[in-house]
T-cell receptor, first 113, second 115 residues
Framework: NAGVTQTPKFQVLKTGQSMTLQCAQD?????MSWYRQDPGMGLRLIHY???????DQGEVPNGYNVSRSTTEDFPLRLLSAAPSQTSVYFC????????????FGQGTRLTVV | AQTVTQSQPEMSVQEAETVTLSCTYD???????LFWYKQPPSRQMILVIR??????QNATENRFSVNFQKAAKSFSLKISDSQLGDAAMYFC????????????FGTGTRLLVSP
């Protein structure tokens, strides 16, 4: 069972570069989210999606774009990377309200220099 | 907006002993879910235990149990018979009943386990 797959696991970017963090799930989950984890701050919600074609902003959306063209995929785009975006990024998915457990990917450690 | 507070940045316990990690939260909602996640050095987020707010009975999963005090908005995690493999960061998290994929996390507690 693949669950939630994130790629890449590690990435170093230069300031101003763009990149896309990939997230795919094979559980046919409706809901997907992106979080960032910073030391001493826990995980904070960046963007989320409640289904294909539907996305919304979380707590810290600035500097990030998302789209959800399929149920399986939910990529996170950094348009112009900044050192403040150095963080560990997690993608998560969950099913209906009844299946309230969130399944997380293994995370991407991103460093912006 | 909901908030989750973990006031213990780090806790230590010896193998086979019991430790309790604290978590408090703030919400005006009556229906919600609470979770404890474990994050070992591998970085993987692992669900340890969950509690539905409408359930008065405290959740238990093997050596892990919670003390859920809804009126006090408190949700502590008790780990019994601690093992070296329990060493990790532990995050308390809140999700409203209609919040779908919007988890609110505390800042985490690092648990150290010594032989």
């Amino acid at each position: 069972n693949a669950g939630v797959t994130q790629t890449p696991k590690f990435q170093v970017l230069k300031t101003g570069q763009s990149m896309t963090l990939q997230c795919a799930q094979d559980m046919n989950h409706e809901y997907m989210s992106w979080y960032r984890q910073d030391p001493g701050m826990g995980l904070r919600l960046i963007h989320y999606s409640v289904g294909a074609g539907i996305t919304d902003q979380g707590e810290v959306p600035n500097g990030y774009n998302v789209s959800r063209s399929t149920t399986e995929d939910f990529p996170l785009r950094l348009l112009s990377a900044a050192p403040s975006q150095t963080s560990v990024y997690f993608c998560a998915s969950s099913g209906t309200v009844i299946e309230f457990e969130a399944f997380f990917g293994q995370g991407t450690r991103l460093t912006v220099v | 907006a909901q908030t989750v507070t973990q006031s213990q940045p780090e806790m230590s316990v010896q193998e086979a002993e019991t430790v309790t990690l604290s978590c408090t939260y703030d919400t005006s909602e009556s229906d919600y879910y609470l979770f404890w996640y474990k994050q070992p050095p591998s970085r993987q987020m692992i669900l340890v235990i969950r509690q539905e707010a409408y359930k008065q009975q405290n959740a238990t999963e093997n050596r892990f149990s919670v003390n859920f005090q809804k009126a006090a908005k408190s949700f502590s995690l008790k780990i019994s018979d601690s093992q070296l493999g329990d060493a990790a960061m532990y995050f308390c998290a809140y999700r409203s009943y209609t919040g779908f994929q919007k988890l609110v996390f505390g800042t985490g507690t690092r648990l150290l386990v010594s032989p």
